[in-house]
């Protein structure tokens, strides 16, 4: 991971005498950060503040939802096909059912479908699902009386065109909800735009009913974001020059790695956004596995495909967040190879 960037650094410094207890909800300052970050970079103009709640990272948000919604058994959880595991882990957390699945016709008709994840850009692939696609799986949730969550944890960084010059859409984009976030939650993280790993600065977004639903659990159950992190959050989110530095960083990696990849006769797949290339090895059909162990005798180490789905056991994924001088050193020994 690179630097905590030193306007985050001094605005978490400074906000370090905070005796009393934070509040759950997010300070104002927080929460009116989020609604003009989401009308400044991700093109949706009106995002209530009243909707909006930080969380201790997006990670432990995606794994409790389905709990915090009062999800059970006999009710399913719709999440991508190849996915993070934690939207399954969830949703088995929960009591309730994961449905692994990408069109809208698996399970639009369905009457016990009570959440639908989406991810976009996709982690691991870096998949971008457009407009209509995003509409799509409103309307049909709609229908059905269903939330849909989604997570857009790598959403500024976009590669290759449209997105690159467009951005990838949010959930919560007029274009997409028709300008009513009723039903709807988008998850973002700082961890990687911002280097906030560290300090599990997350936020949720969007139908304020439902943030209020998921406001009154975690305050019984003490999930607080730390006050200092909170206005560390701030100053993360109203400045945009880091960001852009951390972007360029990702981009120059991400283009030395694939052309190490494609180099040594791997193939680079989809990843036209988001924080990893997704490759398929360079034997006809060769397993994951066998890639995992190709690569880690180079001293290069991927995560197999099948951590995240029956279907992505030809793949691994490819983290750009190793330094500068790890990647050259990684590109390197792929050419030599």
């Given at each position: 991971?690179?630097p905590?960037?030193?306007?985050?650094?001094?605005a978490?410094?400074?906000a370090?005498?905070?005796p009393?207890?934070?509040?759950?909800?997010?300070?104002?300052?927080?929460?009116?950060a989020?609604?003009?970050?989401?009308?400044?970079r991700?093109?949706?103009?009106?995002?209530?503040?009243?909707?909006?709640?930080?969380?201790?990272?997006?990670?432990e948000?995606?794994?409790?939802?389905?709990?915090?919604?009062?999800?059970?058994?006999?009710?399913v959880?719709?999440?991508?096909?190849?996915?993070y595991?934690?939207?399954?882990?969830?949703?088995?957390?929960?009591g309730?059912?994961?449905?692994?699945?990408?069109?809208?016709?698996?399970?639009g008709?369905?009457?016990d479908?009570?959440?639908?994840?989406?991810?976009?850009?996709?982690?691991?692939?870096g998949?971008?699902?457009?407009?209509?696609a995003?509409?799509?799986?409103?309307?049909?949730?709609r229908?059905?009386?269903?939330?849909?969550?989604?997570?857009?944890?790598?959403a500024?960084?976009?590669?290759?065109?449209?997105?690159?010059?467009?951005?990838?859409?949010?959930?919560l984009?007029?274009?997409v909800?028709?300008?009513?976030?009723?039903?709807?939650?988008?998850?973002?993280?700082?961890?990687?735009?911002?280097?906030?790993?560290?300090?599990?600065?997350?936020?949720?977004?969007?139908?304020?009913?439902?943030?209020?639903?998921?406001?009154?659990?975690?305050?019984?159950a003490?999930m607080?974001?730390?006050?200092?992190?909170?206005?560390?959050?701030?100053?993360?989110?109203?400045?945009?020059?880091?960001?852009?530095?951390?972007?360029?960083r990702?981009?120059?990696r991400?283009?030395?790695?694939?052309?190490?990849?494609?180099?040594?006769?791997l193939?680079?797949?989809?990843s036209?956004?988001g924080?990893?290339?997704?490759?398929?090895?360079?034997g006809?059909?060769?397993?994951?596995?066998?890639?995992v162990?190709d690569?880690?005798g180079?001293?290069?180490?991927?995560?197999?495909?099948?951590?995240?789905?029956?279907?992505?056991?030809?793949?691994?994924?490819v983290a750009?967040?190793?330094s500068?001088?790890?990647v050259?050193r990684?590109a390197?020994?792929?050419?030599?190879?």
């Amino acid at each position: 991971m690179d630097p905590t960037p030193d306007v985050v650094r001094s605005a978490l410094a400074a906000a370090g005498n905070w005796p009393g207890y934070p509040t759950t909800h997010g300070t104002p300052e927080l929460r009116q950060a989020v609604a003009q970050w989401f009308a400044r970079r991700r093109g949706v103009p009106d995002v209530d503040p009243a909707g909006v709640l930080p969380t201790v990272g997006s990670k432990e948000l995606v794994a409790l939802l389905p709990a915090l919604l009062g999800l059970g058994p006999g009710d399913v959880v719709v999440h991508p096909e190849v996915a993070y595991p934690t939207y399954d882990v969830g949703a088995r957390l929960a009591g309730a059912t994961p449905l692994p699945a990408d069109d809208v016709a698996v399970w639009g008709a369905r009457d016990d479908v009570r959440l639908v994840w989406v991810n976009s850009p996709s982690n691991p692939t870096g998949r971008v699902l457009d407009v209509p696609a995003l509409r799509a799986v409103v309307d049909a949730a709609r229908r059905l009386g269903a939330v849909v969550a989604s997570d857009e944890c790598y959403a500024l960084l976009a590669w290759d065109a449209p997105w690159s010059g467009s951005g990838t859409p949010s959930l919560l984009d007029p274009a997409v909800c028709g300008g009513r976030h009723e039903g709807l939650l988008v998850v973002h993280s700082l961890s990687k735009q911002s280097n906030l790993a560290g300090y599990r600065g997350a936020f949720v977004a969007g139908d304020p009913g439902l943030v209020s639903r998921l406001l009154e659990v975690r305050k019984h159950a003490g999930m607080i974001v730390p006050g200092p992190v909170q206005a560390a959050m701030v100053a993360a989110l109203t400045d945009d020059e880091h960001v852009d530095v951390q972007v360029a960083r990702y981009r120059r990696r991400r283009e030395v790695l694939r052309q190490a990849f494609t180099g040594a006769g791997l193939h680079v797949e989809d990843s036209p956004a988001g924080l990893y290339l997704w490759v398929r090895g360079a034997g006809p059909g060769q397993d994951c596995w066998a890639t995992v162990a190709d690569l880690a005798g180079l001293g290069v180490l991927v995560a197999p495909g099948a951590f995240y789905g029956p279907s992505a056991a030809r793949h691994v994924r490819v983290a750009l967040t190793a330094s500068d001088e790890s990647v050259a050193r990684a590109a390197a020994r792929l050419q030599a190879a």
